[in-house]
């Protein structure tokens, strides 16, 4: 995936309008309610680590998976600068590898969306149900198919002193597939040049009635499903929608590759 390479470097920039304080707050007390207060978890499609930095300072022992090495390379910096011990992976998250289990999973930030073939998503979770511990929980959202046909063909701008970004957005509501061609202009040292980078994103729309199929199939046990980052359960016009379900019985190792 060609995706964050170099919109890795202004990639924290554009996204400080993210609440990440609430939205770990949410996840954290997603996992205290499933008694996990401590010990190992894990975090795949980390990105720049601005999740999983909260998580360690939460009091998790934490380890972050991403494809970016761009991404990573940023996360790693923080990681120096917190003196939080996290380990960072860079690992495909669809054949993802650990030394051993953990006690959760967290998959956020609408990470799943990027797989755009059902098989890629199952493989995932087959892999998450492997690694959890018994009774491990699993956490993860994902961007839903009204989010994708309310923003249709959308262009979206934004300028900052040190870089701009133009964003056109497309969704092929026949594949469920929505693109979004990103062009940046970043400025080069103290001067005024700018430079100008592409990058094309794609992601695959899926209903969680068959997020609940892929789970089943992994072996994973669905628990909830909300409405974002609150306790309301999923409405037709909900934009995100968070998961959680739980590790049931691992499936066989010769599964797991399938």
Known sequence: MEAYRSFAGVYDMFMDNVDYDRWSAYLTGLLKEADIRDGLVLELGCGTGSMTLRLAQAGYDMIGVDISEEMLQIAQEKKEKSGCDILYLLQDM??????????????????????????????????????????GLFIFDFNTIHKYETMGETTIAENRPEASFIWENYYDEKER??????????????????????????????????????????????????????????????????????????????????
Do not use: M
């Open 94 to 135: 669809t054949e993802f590898e650990l030394y051993g289990t953990v006690r959760a999973v967290i998959c956020v930030c609408d990470s799943l969306n990027y797989l755009l073939e059902e098989e890629e998503i199952l493989s995932v979770f087959r892999l998450v149900n492997n690694y959890l511990d018994p009774g």
């Open 177 to 258: 597939i929505n693109e979004y061609d990103l062009t940046l202009f970043i400025r080069e040292g103290e001067g005024e040049l700018f430079r100008k980078y592409e990058e094309v994103h794609y992601q695959r729309g899926y209903t969680l009635e068959k997020f609940k199929e892929l789970l089943k199939k992994a072996g994973l046990e669905f628990l909830s499903a909300w409405d974002g980052f609150t306790k309301k359960p999923p409405a037709p016009d909900s934009e995100r929608i968070c998961v959680t379900a739980r590790e049931q019985g691992k499936v066989r190792k010769d599964r797991i590759k399938e």
